[in-house]
């Protein structure tokens, strides 16, 4: 237990992120929860706060509004000292297609609002001289599929982002962690067939994150098997992958 650590978790209404907000309460970790909707915010925080004794403070961000996201950072009752994202948007494909609102505010929730608040907080990890990020992508980002590539594309651009962070602050005592989890049973993934071997639950994807902030880490695929089949789907040449059905 070291009660002088705290999280901040971006995204406090994820079911992946209340179960990693979780586990940094089990090891004594304060907890800030930051959420678009706080009512449900409020509720998981008390959620952690009874079951685990630990203070859980609750703060209004919506990752859109990116000339808030100073004052957000000002507000908060300390500089945290490890950041967690899991801020994110599946979006429906199809109506992006046609649709660039829509289109935008898949880009928009998955890679510039996340990159951009990442990136104003790794600046005060490093004045400070310490700090952990972790970022949730996805492996959707590792290569641009036909049936999902808008939110794809936000995820490799995230992906992107983390992965110069980390080789910018690498040895200035601030770590970046890009987390790829797979899929996850949650609520983004209701209703649609998994493969379960190939499928986490939020719980693994919380201890997996806990892990990283403890232990380091740089890029992490969560079951492990994910690392092969996408390095077999990256390999694929194009003449072959544009025929595919993905
Ligand atoms: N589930 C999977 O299979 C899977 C796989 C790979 C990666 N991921 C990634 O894992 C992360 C967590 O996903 P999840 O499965 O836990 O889904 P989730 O429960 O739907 O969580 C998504 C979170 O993003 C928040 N959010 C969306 N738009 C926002 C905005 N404008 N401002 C602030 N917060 C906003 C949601 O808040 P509201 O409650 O207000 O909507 C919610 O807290 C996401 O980045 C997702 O892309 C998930």
Same mark, same amino acid.
Request: charged share 25%.
């Given at each position: 237990?070291?009660?002088?650590?705290?999280?901040?978790?971006?995204?406090?209404?994820?079911?992946?992120?209340?179960?990693?907000?979780?586990?940094?309460?089990?090891?004594?970790?304060?907890?800030?929860?930051?959420?678009?909707?706080?009512?449900?915010?409020?509720?998981?925080?008390?959620?952690?706060?009874?079951?685990?004794?630990?203070?859980?403070?609750?703060?209004?961000?919506?990752?859109?509004?990116?000339?808030?996201?100073?004052?957000?950072?000002?507000?908060?009752?300390? $500089? @945290?000292? %490890?950041?967690?994202?899991?801020?994110? #948007?599946? &979006?429906?494909?199809?109506? =992006?297609? +046609?649709?660039?609102?829509?289109?935008?505010?898949?880009?928009?929730?998955?890679?510039?609002?996340?990159?951009?608040?990442?990136?104003?907080?790794?600046?005060?990890?490093?004045?400070?001289?310490?700090?952990?990020?972790?970022?949730?992508?996805?492996?959707?980002?590792?290569?641009?599929?036909?049936?999902?590539?808008?939110?794809?594309?936000?995820?490799?651009?995230?992906?992107?982002?983390?992965?110069?962070?980390?080789?910018?602050?690498?040895?200035?005592?601030?770590?970046?962690?890009?987390?790829?989890?797979?899929?996850?049973?949650?609520?983004?993934?209701?209703?649609?067939? $998994? @493969?379960? %071997?190939?499928?986490?639950?939020?719980? #693994?994807? &919380?201890?997996?994150?806990? =892990?990283? +902030?403890?232990?380091?880490?740089?890029?992490?695929?969560?079951?492990?098997?994910?690392?092969?089949?996408?390095?077999?789907?990256?390999?694929?040449?194009?003449?072959?992958?544009?025929?595919?059905?993905?």
């Amino acid at each position: 237990m070291d009660p002088s650590k705290s999280l901040l978790l971006l995204g406090g209404t994820s079911d992946i992120g209340r179960a990693a907000a979780l586990r940094f309460a089990r090891a004594g970790f304060r907890v800030m929860l930051a959420s678009r909707n706080e009512e449900e915010g409020r509720r998981n925080a008390d959620d952690i706060s009874a079951r685990t004794g630990v203070t859980v403070t609750t703060h209004r961000l919506d990752i859109l509004e990116i000339e808030r996201f100073g004052s957000f950072l000002d507000g908060l009752p300390t $500089l @945290p000292d %490890v950041a967690v994202c899991v801020v994110g #948007e599946l &979006g429906d494909q199809f109506r =992006a297609q +046609s649709d660039p609102a829509h289109a935008a505010m898949v880009l928009r929730t998955n890679f510039e609002g996340p990159a951009l608040l990442l990136g104003v907080l790794a600046e005060r990890f490093l004045a400070r001289g310490s700090g952990t990020i972790i970022g949730v992508s996805s492996v959707a980002g590792d290569r641009g599929r036909g049936s999902n590539y808008v939110y794809g594309a936000a995820k490799a651009g995230f992906t992107a982002f983390l992965s110069g962070l980390r080789n910018r602050l690498a040895s200035k005592g601030v770590g970046v962690v890009t987390v790829k989890p797979g899929f996850v049973r949650t609520r983004m993934t209701a209703g649609m067939r $998994l @493969p379960p %071997v190939v499928t986490a639950e939020a719980d #693994e994807v &919380g201890r997996a994150i806990f =892990a990283a +902030s403890q232990r380091g880490g740089d890029v992490i695929y969560v079951r492990r098997i994910w690392r092969p089949i996408m390095t077999v789907i990256g390999h694929i040449p194009e003449r072959v992958f544009k025929r595919l059905r993905l």
